[in-house]
C-alpha cells in the first residue's frame, strides 16, 4: 500500500524568500506523484503531476518539484514567494490506478 | 464545466439524525472520491467508485456511513446516525486521466 509522508505540518518564509515543502512516498510499485494547493475555505487545485518522463516538474504559480526515486522523494519548490502563496500544500501518490492518497498537508506562512 | 459540485456547502445537525452529502462529478469523469478533512486526520479517503462501482471503501470509518454512486452524474455520502465526531469538512472529486478535480466541500457540524 503508498503512503504519503510530509515532513513539516507548516512552514514559515519571509515574503520573496525560496522554499522547499517536503514530500517522502512509500509504494512497492511504480507511481504517479501530485502536489495540490488549498485556499482557505476551498477545496483543493492541482499544482503538478508527475507521470512519466522528466523528473523536474515545472507546476502553476512558479513551483516546481523533482522526482527523486532513490529518495523516494517529491519535494516541491518556489525560487521566491509572494504572499498570495499563503495556503496548505498536498502531496499526493497514486499507484497508477484511481486511488489517491494524500498527505498530512503542509501549511506555508509568508511573512511579510 | 462548472466543475465538481457538492451541496450543502454547510449542514448543521443534531447528534443522531441522518445527514446526506450530495455530489455531481464533471461530466466524463469516471472515478468519483469521498474525502474528509479535519484538523487531526488531515485529509482521509473514505470510498471511491470507478464506472459507478464501489471499488475501495476501507476508510469509511464504521456501519454509520455509507455512499452510493446510482448514475455517472450522482453519489450520495449518508451518515446515520450522526455523531460530534463526525464534524468535518467533507470533499467529494472526480478524476480523469490521472487528475483529481475537488468540489469546494460540504462543512458538516454535528452538535
Not at chain 1, 52 to 74: D, R
Not at chain 2, 33 to 55: A, C, D, H, K, S
Request: proline content about 5%.
Amino acid at each position: 500500500a503508498q503512503s504519503v509522508t510530509q515532513l513539516d505540518s507548516q512552514v514559515p518564509v519571509f515574503e520573496e524568500a525560496p522554499v522547499e515543502l517536503r514530500c517522502n512516498y512509500s509504494s512497492s510499485v511504480s507511481v504517479y506523484l501530485f502536489w495540490y494547493v488549498q485556499y482557505p475555505n476551498q477545496g483543493l487545485q492541482l499544482l503538478l503531476k508527475y507521470l512519466s518522463g522528466s523528473t523536474l516538474v515545472k507546476g502553476i504559480n512558479g513551483f516546481e518539484a523533482e522526482f527523486n526515486k532513490s529518495q523516494t522523494s517529491f519535494h516541491l519548490r518556489k525560487p521566491s514567494v509572494h504572499i498570495s502563496d499563503t495556503a496548505e500544500y498536498f502531496c499526493a501518490v497514486s499507484d497508477r490506478g484511481d486511488k489517491i492518497i494524500f498527505g498530512k498537508g503542509t501549511r506555508l506562512h509568508i511573512l511579510p | 464545466d462548472a466543475g465538481v459540485i457538492q451541496s450543502p456547502r454547510h449542514e448543521v445537525t443534531e447528534m443522531g439524525q441522518e445527514v446526506t452529502l450530495r455530489c455531481k462529478p464533471i461530466s466524463g469523469h469516471n472515478s468519483l472520491f469521498w474525502y474528509r478533512q479535519t484538523m487531526m486526520r488531515g485529509l482521509e479517503l473514505l470510498i471511491y467508485f470507478n464506472n459507478n462501482v464501489p471499488i475501495d471503501d476501507s476508510g469509511m470509518p464504521e456501519d454509520r456511513f455509507s455512499a452510493k454512486m446510482p448514475n455517472a452524474s450522482f453519489s450520495t455520502l449518508k451518515i446515520q446516525p450522526s455523531e460530534p465526531r463526525d464534524s468535518a469538512v467533507y470533499f467529494c472529486a472526480s478524476s480523469q486521466a490521472n487528475e483529481a478535480f475537488f468540489g469546494q466541500g460540504t462543512r458538516l457540524t454535528v452538535v
